[in-house]
């Protein structure tokens, strides 16, 4: 009886610990390779099924963008790819090393409230994230500059002294963007960090936020909920349903940079808008 | 920048506004303290045994100053020493749990046991291991603020933002890092509101190690048990008089820290 169940718990935690290493014996060089993940949340005796083999991959410097309904695990998936959660099941590798390793990995991650630390200034906020990766072993790249002039790039410099709770929300986001950029990180996690703002300032932020990304191109995974973002943005729009969170279909985005905005909007774009609003409209749960 | 009031107006309104708001401000407090000592004058005139008249006590400060002067600095000694004490280590604890849920499990059912038994009953055993000295108050008094200053502590240390979490978390920021930098400050608006709550409770606790201690002799709790054994009973209440105050004082001194800190973390996670 005893024997068995160590056999069983030695299969499985020999499997767990294989299953990186196979994974990336078969890979070739996707800055970001998200393979069959599967996550289950459980509260109580309840398990909901939040993500169900979901595998996507983005090249260097594309910018791909995961668009669904709410809740149907597309935060999850993100927080998965940055390292803050373990999947059940499946892999998620960062130029063929796991996220979760400091001497590897580097993630910029924005979450979708600014979240800046109030009883700092500006400056101060963006150079923490330097001194606290200093500190965890990594080098500042030549690449990120000062906080300083990083924060100068953003349309940043007449408010370095300023605290966050002096700023409008789309300035605080963008502070929040700035301080992803300047650990110079190879992959930009991004979680609906427009979601908050009105839909002027939104147009505005995403306008710098593709003039940035143009400037040093990351690779980005980008969660929305908005088609025109997700269409002005993207590389490859990746749609998801939900319950559980799956990935509904992919959709490359052929449309060339830079893309204009508002009036000018070409029909080809209309035309994929439609079309990622259909795709999202099939696979919409059946209640709505 | 704060009145919201116009300034395009003539020179005397806002004078006038200015005192009408004082009027607002202080014309209750001062009616319902009127109120209370004439009743109190009132009564304590017709029962002369039970409570002194308000002359009385006044007449207390004026022949003997320096006694209550003294007595009370005992007393706040006590009473800070004890507070800053039971404060510290009430903190401490509280980063020990947030970091180890083994030790929370372990010594939360202590702290509760402790905080839910009467100090008054506890005193006397400390003045039999700890003498008649200030030792046993300096006790007496951390005791009592331990367990709020726990609790809130707590509360403060996991109140830091999820968002900037995960963001510390993708630096691989250390535990000692995250603890500096995010939970410590996020808990600054806590420890305040518990500091408020536990320094003058702090005076309470002093007071009563100091009835508990018979036999010694200074600190406002020793004076009152004095002078109520001899019935005299104007200073008794000029004691207590002296306590209010004290309270009152210590409460303001943290509610001006509180103010002097307002904008140390002002809500921006929550609204766009």
């Known amino acids: ?288 | 920048m704060i009145s919201p009031s116009p300034t395009d107006g003539s020179e005397p309104r806002p004078a006038r506004e200015t005192v009408r708001r004082h009027l607002r401000w202080w014309f209750p407090p001062l009616v319902s303290v009127g109120v209370l000592g004439l009743a109190w004058q009132l009564y304590a005139l017709h029962n002369p045994y039970v409570i002194p008249t308000i002359p009385q006590i006044a007449d207390q400060f004026r022949h003997a100053p320096g006694l209550y002067w003294h007595d009370m600095l005992v007393t706040l000694q006590e009473a800070l020493i004890g507070a800053a004490g039971g404060m510290v280590l009430g903190f401490l604890l509280a980063v020990t749990m947030s970091r180890l849920p083994l030790v929370e499990r372990a010594v939360m059912p202590l702290a509760v046991a402790l905080n839910v038994t009467p100090v008054i009953a506890i005193a006397p055993g400390l003045v039999v291991a700890f003498g008649f000295g200030y030792l046993p108050k300096y006790i007496i008094a951390g005791v009592v603020v331990v367990f709020p200053f726990l609790i809130n502590s707590l509360v403060g240390l996991r109140s830091a933002d999820h968002g900037l979490l995960d963001v510390f978390r993708t630096w691989h920021a250390s535990s000692w890092q995250v603890l500096w930098h995010l939970e410590l400050p996020s808990s600054v608006p806590y420890l305040l509101a518990a500091a408020r709550i536990c320094v003058p409770l702090s005076v309470v606790g002093a007071v009563v190690g100091e009835f508990s201690a018979a036999g010694q002799t200074t600190g406002l709790g020793s004076l009152i048990e004095v002078a109520a054994n001899q019935a005299d009973l104007a200073i008794v209440y000029a004691a207590v008089a002296v306590l209010a105050l004290l309270g009152v004082s210590l409460t303001l001194v943290v509610v001006a820290l509180q103010h002097a800190l307002r904008n140390w973390s002002p809500a921006t996670q929550t609204r766009p």
Request: glycine share 8%.
């Open chain 1, 1 to 288: 009886m005893g024997a068995t169940r160590d056999n069983g718990a030695m299969s499985l935690s020999s499997r767990r610990a294989s299953d990186p290493d196979a994974t990336s014996a078969s890979r070739d060089s996707g800055a970001l390779v998200i393979e069959h993940v599967t996550k289950d949340y459980r509260t109580g005796s309840r398990v909901t099924h939040v993500l169900d083999d979901v595998s996507l991959r983005a090249e260097t410097g594309q910018f791909v963008t995961i668009i669904g309904p709410s809740g149907c695990g597309k935060s999850t998936l993100l927080r998965i790819a940055a390292g803050l959660l373990r999947p059940d099941r499946g892999a998620v590798t960062l130029f063929g090393e796991r996220p979760d390793h400091a001497a590897t990995a580097h993630i910029g991650y924005v979450p979708q409230t600014p979240s800046l630390l109030p009883w700092r200034t500006v400056l101060a906020n963006v150079e923490l994230a330097l001194q606290l990766n200093t500190r965890a072993g990594r080098p500042p790249s030549p690449d990120s500059g000062s906080a300083r002039e990083m924060l100068e790039r953003f349309g940043l410099a007449h408010v370095l002294d300023r605290r966050p709770h002096e700023l409008s929300g789309g300035m605080r986001q963008r502070v929040a963007i700035a301080r992803s950029f300047i650990v110079d990180p190879t992959v930009l996690l991004m979680d609906e960090p427009f979601s908050s703002l009105d839909e002027l300032t939104r147009d505005a932020q995403g306008r710098e936020l593709l003039r940035l990304w143009q400037w040093n191109q990351k690779t980005v995974l980008f969660v929305t909920h908005s088609v025109s973002e997700a269409v002005a943005f993207s590389d490859v729009i990746v749609v998801m349903s939900s319950s559980p969170g799956r990935i509904a279909t992919t959709i490359p985005v052929a449309l060339e940079r830079p893309r204009d905005e508002g009036r000018e909007r070409s029909g080809a774009r209309r035309d994929l808008e439609d079309q990622v609003r259909d795709e999202l409209r099939r696979h919409a749960p059946a209640a709505q």
